[in-house]
């Protein structure tokens, strides 16, 4: 066995696979290290009673026909050499922003459909909302800038508080690790990437997506390690000259890329972790299982439902277990031209509290689990009507769960509120990619990946 590589890469997941497939392309030796027994990490799957549950993926951001040469996801296909052609994909049928007061912005893949709603329930912010749309055109959101205020910049151009708030939940819910405000270029990504662009699944399960990953990265040459947990990084002056596994095992390497976050980087090489690297954003989300002829009972002609009970919702840590006052309804088998079975699914996701969950005692978390899964249940009822009676099977899972499976500290989806966003560390031949290089979601993460690689490993 070879112990002795130009690349290793830490994670498994989809910024680390598509590193991988990006390196070994041009025949360098790369090896994945990934402590768990499958790929994917955030973004996984498990099985339970013949079902196959998905663990990250509500929908793919960035949606673009294959035609669409700069498009990001279109980009990325090409930069790991997958056929784009031949991926096909699932556009969303529509999402609802929904509010009190039964105020609902709808939006889809056609931007347009958002601006008629903004024109439609706000027609005194239409002007400043076309402002808006075209200072963000404007703007090189990936060149380092600074950390601006998004809250500050919309004050600017929007009025009314309620439409700041719709059109910041879905964009913080589905990227921001910082609390009650946003960096104004994440902001600026996030509403390309879901609102103009738009989102989709791909066909098949997410464990489709992640096998098509692995056999490019392994068909190039690339191998992957599974149970490789990496303990440490091995240092000659501040270069890493290779990782020590949780078996003692050495291997050697003239690179490094880690994807486990900054703070469990900064841990491998035994460093205190800089700021306070720790995100405090984390879920629970629970899966329901339901038979098909219940769909007729509820509001499920949406892909996506961003919902929140209160004029003013509170992205940040919640003082209680789960904060189920906002939130996401995702209905995973609502994109275009997909087969429905003989089940289908729904999907909640609200904000939780890690400290709390974390202290509870096996017992008390059980019950925590169900508590809170009730609660949940009973105010997304109010928006898409009784699903309750018709559940044949759940799950759900916390930022315990999500901390045990990704090692993300706190279970921090959306890691940590400071990015490095050019992958540097404190050693020359260690880079960060993934979530904590700055790039989120499934096509961010693995557009970081490649752009890792990029900079840092094939400019050698
Ligand atoms: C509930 C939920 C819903 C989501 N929904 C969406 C969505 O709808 N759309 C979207 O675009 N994104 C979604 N995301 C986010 C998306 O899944 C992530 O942004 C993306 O998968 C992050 O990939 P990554 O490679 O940066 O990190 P990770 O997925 O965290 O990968 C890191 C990998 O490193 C491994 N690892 C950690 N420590 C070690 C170690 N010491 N040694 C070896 N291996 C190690 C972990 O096991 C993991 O496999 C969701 C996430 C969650 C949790």
Redesign the pocket.
């Known amino acids: 066995m070879n112990t002795n590589y130009s690349l290793i890469i830490?994670?498994?997941?989809?910024?680390?696979?598509a590193a991988g497939i990006r390196y070994a392309r041009f025949g360098g030796s790369v090896l994945i290290?990934?402590?768990?027994t499958i790929?994917?990490?955030?973004?996984?799957y498990y099985s339970r009673k013949g079902f196959l549950l998905e663990?990250?993926?509500?929908?793919?951001?960035n949606f673009a026909d294959p035609g669409e040469k700069h498009a990001p996801l279109n980009r990325l296909f090409r930069q790991l050499k997958l056929s784009r052609k031949q991926f096909i994909t699932h556009e969303q049928f529509s999402s609802l922003i929904h509010f009190p007061d039964k105020t609902t912005l709808s939006f889809s893949n056609d931007f347009s459909l958002l601006r008629d709603e903004v024109a439609r329930v706000f027609p005194s912010e239409i002007d400043g909302f076309d402002k808006l749309q075209a200072f963000i055109d404007s703007l090189d959101a990936f060149a380092p800038n600074p950390r601006l205020s998004t809250r500050m910049i919309l004050a600017d151009y929007i009025h009314d508080p309620l439409l700041t708030e719709m059109l910041l939940l879905p964009l913080m819910v589905?990227?921001n690790s910082e609390e009650h405000d946003m960096d104004f270029s994440q902001f600026a990504i996030m509403f390309r990437s879901i609102f103009k662009e738009g989102m989709f699944r791909p066909h098949g399960t997410i464990k489709d997506f992640l096998d098509l990953l692995v056999t490019k990265f392994t068909s190039f040459g690339g191998e992957i390690r599974y149970k490789?947990?990496?303990?440490s990084c091995l240092k000659k002056g501040n270069r890493i000259t290779g990782v020590t596994l949780a078996n003692g095992e050495i291997i050697n390497c003239n690179n490094v890329i880690s994807?486990?976050?900054a703070p469990?980087t900064w841990n491998?090489l035994s460093l205190p972790p800089e700021n306070d690297m720790c995100g405090k954003m984390s879920?629970m989300?629970s899966i329901y299982i339901l038979p098909s002829n219940a769909r007729k009972n509820i509001l499920n002609d949406h892909t996506i439902i961003f919902y929140s009970e209160k004029k003013e919702f509170q992205y940040c840590r919640p003082q209680s277990p789960v904060d189920p006052s906002w939130g996401v309804i995702?209905f995973p088998e609502n994109f275009q031209n997909l087969p429905l079975g003989d089940h289908f699914q729904i999907r909640v996701?609200n904000a939780a509290n890690y400290e709390l969950w974390k202290n509870a005692s096996s017992s008390q978390y059980k019950l925590m689990k169900v508590e809170w899964g009730k609660v949940s249940k009973e105010i997304t009822t109010k928006i898409i009507g009784n699903y309750q009676q018709n559940i044949v099977y759940e799950d759900s899972?916390t930022p315990l769960t999500?901390e045990k499976?990704?090692?993300?500290e706190q279970g921090a989806?959306?890691?940590s509120p400071f990015k490095i966003k050019n992958g540097k560390t404190p050693c020359p031949n260690l880079f960060i990619?993934?979530?904590?290089q700055g790039f989120?979601?499934?096509?961010?993460?693995m557009l970081?990946?490649v752009s890792m690689v990029n900079q840092h490993i094939l400019q050698e």
Not at 405 to 408: C, D, I, V, Y
Request: glycine share 24%.
């Open positions: 830490i994670g498994g997941g989809l910024s680390g696979l290290l990934e402590k768990h790929p994917g990490g955030l973004n996984s663990t990250g993926l509500h929908a793919m951001t589905y990227g490789s947990h990496v303990v994807t486990i976050g469990g491998l879920f989300e995702c996701t899972f999500i499976f990704t090692a993300k989806v959306y890691g990619a993934g979530t904590d989120l979601g499934i096509v961010g993460s970081s990946g």
